[in-house]
Protein backbone atom coordinates (compact mmCIF):
# COMPACT_ATOMS: atom_id res chain seq x y z
CA UNK A 1 0.00 0.00 0.00
CA UNK A 2 2.47 2.49 1.40
CA UNK A 3 4.40 1.49 -2.18
CA UNK A 4 1.20 2.74 -4.16
CA UNK A 5 0.97 5.63 -2.19
CA UNK A 6 4.56 6.67 -2.94
CA UNK A 7 4.06 6.37 -6.84
CA UNK A 8 1.04 8.09 -7.17
CA UNK A 9 2.50 10.78 -5.11
CA UNK A 10 5.49 10.85 -7.50
CA UNK A 11 3.38 10.45 -10.84
CA UNK A 12 1.07 13.14 -9.60
CA UNK A 13 4.05 15.80 -8.59
CA UNK A 14 5.59 15.06 -12.10
CA UNK A 15 2.18 15.34 -13.70
CA UNK A 16 2.03 18.94 -11.90
CA UNK A 17 6.27 19.53 -12.88
CA UNK A 18 4.58 18.84 -16.86
CA UNK A 19 1.37 21.13 -16.59
CA UNK A 20 3.56 23.68 -14.81
CA UNK A 21 6.17 24.02 -17.86
CA UNK A 22 3.57 24.11 -20.33
CA UNK A 23 2.45 27.48 -18.77
CA UNK A 24 5.56 28.74 -18.88
CA UNK A 25 6.31 31.20 -21.77
CA UNK A 26 9.55 32.34 -23.02
CA UNK A 27 10.79 35.67 -22.76
CA UNK A 28 10.16 38.40 -25.25
CA UNK A 29 13.16 40.46 -25.68
CA UNK A 30 13.27 42.64 -29.39
CA UNK A 31 15.43 41.00 -31.61
CA UNK A 32 18.34 44.30 -31.66
CA UNK A 33 20.33 43.17 -29.00
CA UNK A 34 20.24 45.02 -25.73
CA UNK A 35 23.36 45.38 -23.27
CA UNK A 36 23.64 46.99 -19.73
CA UNK A 37 27.15 47.51 -17.73
CA UNK A 38 28.10 45.08 -15.63
CA UNK A 39 31.16 45.26 -14.15
CA UNK A 40 34.87 46.56 -14.94
CA UNK A 41 38.19 44.99 -13.50
CA UNK A 42 41.72 45.76 -13.96
CA UNK A 43 44.34 42.92 -13.61
CA UNK A 44 48.10 42.74 -13.39
CA UNK A 45 49.75 39.23 -14.45
CA UNK A 46 53.64 39.25 -13.45
CA UNK A 47 55.50 36.59 -14.41
CA UNK A 48 58.79 34.62 -12.32
CA UNK A 49 61.03 36.42 -14.58
CA UNK A 50 61.94 39.73 -13.73
CA UNK A 51 63.14 40.75 -16.44
CA UNK A 52 59.57 40.36 -18.13
CA UNK A 53 57.06 43.08 -18.40
CA UNK A 54 53.70 42.58 -16.15
CA UNK A 55 50.92 42.72 -18.62
CA UNK A 56 47.56 44.51 -17.46
CA UNK A 57 44.16 43.68 -18.62
CA UNK A 58 40.80 45.42 -18.32
CA UNK A 59 38.15 42.85 -18.03
CA UNK A 60 35.05 44.72 -19.21
CA UNK A 61 31.91 42.60 -18.77
CA UNK A 62 27.97 43.44 -20.14
CA UNK A 63 24.76 41.85 -19.78
CA UNK A 64 22.75 40.88 -23.51
CA UNK A 65 19.69 40.16 -24.36
CA UNK A 66 18.55 39.57 -27.93
CA UNK A 67 15.10 38.35 -28.66
CA UNK A 68 16.06 35.76 -31.69
CA UNK A 69 19.26 34.91 -30.05
CA UNK A 70 21.19 35.49 -33.55
CA UNK A 71 24.86 36.78 -31.06
CA UNK A 72 28.37 35.68 -31.99
CA UNK A 73 30.19 34.41 -34.98
CA UNK A 74 31.92 31.07 -35.83
CA UNK A 75 35.24 31.11 -37.09
CA UNK A 76 33.80 30.25 -40.55
CA UNK A 77 31.45 32.45 -40.54
CA UNK A 78 34.02 35.39 -39.94
CA UNK A 79 35.44 34.52 -43.18
CA UNK A 80 32.55 34.66 -45.59
CA UNK A 81 30.48 38.26 -46.37
CA UNK A 82 29.17 40.49 -44.62
CA UNK A 83 31.38 39.32 -41.96
CA UNK A 84 34.92 39.10 -43.62
CA UNK A 85 37.84 41.36 -43.05
CA UNK A 86 38.09 44.01 -43.10
CA UNK A 87 34.10 44.95 -42.95
CA UNK A 88 32.88 46.63 -40.05
CA UNK A 89 31.30 43.45 -38.73
CA UNK A 90 33.88 41.15 -39.01
CA UNK A 91 34.04 41.89 -35.26
CA UNK A 92 30.97 42.06 -33.24
CA UNK A 93 32.13 43.67 -29.58
CA UNK A 94 32.83 47.17 -30.32
CA UNK A 95 35.06 49.22 -27.56
CA UNK A 96 36.00 52.44 -27.71
CA UNK A 97 38.48 53.87 -24.79
CA UNK A 98 38.34 57.35 -23.05
CA UNK A 99 41.32 59.39 -20.74
CA UNK A 100 40.51 61.40 -18.20
CA UNK A 101 41.82 64.62 -19.00
CA UNK A 102 43.59 67.61 -16.99
CA UNK A 103 40.07 69.12 -17.00
CA UNK A 104 37.98 66.07 -16.02
CA UNK A 105 36.53 65.27 -19.06
CA UNK A 106 36.85 62.30 -21.24
CA UNK A 107 38.39 62.50 -24.53
CA UNK A 108 38.18 59.62 -26.84
CA UNK A 109 42.15 57.65 -27.47
CA UNK A 110 41.23 57.84 -31.30
CA UNK A 111 41.09 61.71 -31.02
CA UNK A 112 43.85 62.01 -28.77
CA UNK A 113 45.81 60.11 -31.82
CA UNK A 114 47.24 57.38 -29.09
CA UNK A 115 44.91 54.52 -31.14
CA UNK A 116 42.87 53.87 -34.53
CA UNK A 117 39.51 53.10 -34.72
CA UNK A 118 38.32 49.96 -33.83
CA UNK A 119 41.47 49.14 -31.85
CA UNK A 120 39.72 47.49 -29.21
CA UNK A 121 37.18 45.83 -31.00
CA UNK A 122 36.99 41.85 -30.89
CA UNK A 123 34.95 39.27 -31.41
CA UNK A 124 32.85 36.82 -29.59
CA UNK A 125 31.69 33.31 -30.42
CA UNK A 126 28.03 31.81 -30.19
CA UNK A 127 26.99 32.71 -26.42
CA UNK A 128 25.00 28.86 -26.44
CA UNK A 129 24.85 25.99 -28.59
CA UNK A 130 20.84 27.16 -28.67
CA UNK A 131 21.77 30.17 -30.89
CA UNK A 132 23.47 28.26 -33.36
CA UNK A 133 20.45 26.64 -35.58
CA UNK A 134 17.08 27.98 -34.13
CA UNK A 135 15.63 31.47 -33.13
CA UNK A 136 15.09 31.81 -29.27
CA UNK A 137 15.35 34.31 -26.65
CA UNK A 138 18.57 34.98 -25.35
CA UNK A 139 20.26 36.61 -22.35
CA UNK A 140 23.69 36.21 -19.99
CA UNK A 141 26.64 38.06 -19.76
CA UNK A 142 29.93 38.62 -21.97
CA UNK A 143 33.50 39.46 -20.87
CA UNK A 144 35.74 40.57 -23.11
CA UNK A 145 39.48 41.33 -21.70
CA UNK A 146 41.89 44.03 -23.04
CA UNK A 147 45.56 43.58 -23.09
CA UNK A 148 48.20 45.95 -22.35
CA UNK A 149 52.30 46.51 -22.05
CA UNK A 150 53.35 49.19 -19.67
CA UNK A 151 53.33 52.67 -21.50
CA UNK A 152 51.21 51.14 -24.14
CA UNK A 153 48.05 53.42 -24.75
CA UNK A 154 47.78 53.99 -20.81
CA UNK A 155 50.30 55.07 -18.47
CA UNK A 156 50.15 54.23 -15.10
CA UNK A 157 47.90 56.94 -12.99
CA UNK A 158 45.40 57.70 -15.74
CA UNK A 159 41.75 57.52 -15.35
CA UNK A 160 40.02 55.25 -18.22
CA UNK A 161 36.81 54.53 -19.43
CA UNK A 162 34.99 52.22 -21.97
CA UNK A 163 31.93 53.19 -24.18
CA UNK A 164 30.94 49.38 -25.80
CA UNK A 165 28.58 47.75 -27.89
CA UNK A 166 27.56 44.94 -29.72
CA UNK A 167 26.42 43.31 -33.37
CA UNK A 168 24.21 40.19 -33.96
CA UNK A 169 24.61 38.24 -37.14
CA UNK A 170 21.86 40.44 -38.29
CA UNK A 171 23.70 43.31 -38.13
CA UNK A 172 21.74 45.14 -35.65
CA UNK A 173 23.47 46.99 -33.33
CA UNK A 174 23.22 46.81 -29.47
CA UNK A 175 22.78 50.56 -27.93
CA UNK A 176 26.20 51.65 -26.84
CA UNK A 177 26.73 51.45 -22.78
CA UNK A 178 29.53 53.53 -20.87
CA UNK A 179 31.77 51.45 -18.08
CA UNK A 180 33.00 52.68 -14.69
CA UNK A 181 35.95 54.53 -14.53
CA UNK A 182 39.13 52.52 -13.37
CA UNK A 183 42.68 54.08 -12.52
CA UNK A 184 45.57 52.74 -14.51
CA UNK A 185 48.25 50.85 -11.95
CA UNK A 186 51.19 51.96 -10.71
CA UNK A 187 54.36 49.54 -11.69
Excluded: W
Amino acid sequence: MNLFRLSAVIGGLGLLAGGLSGCLKAPEYPTTPSISFNRIEARRTNFANPQQQPIDSVLITINFQDGDGDLGLTEAESKVAPYAFPALFNNNYFVEPFIKDRTGRYVSTVSLGLTTTGAYNGRFDHPSPLTDGKAAPLKGTLTRTIGFGYGDVFTAGQVVRFDVSIADRALNLSNVIRTDSIVIAKR
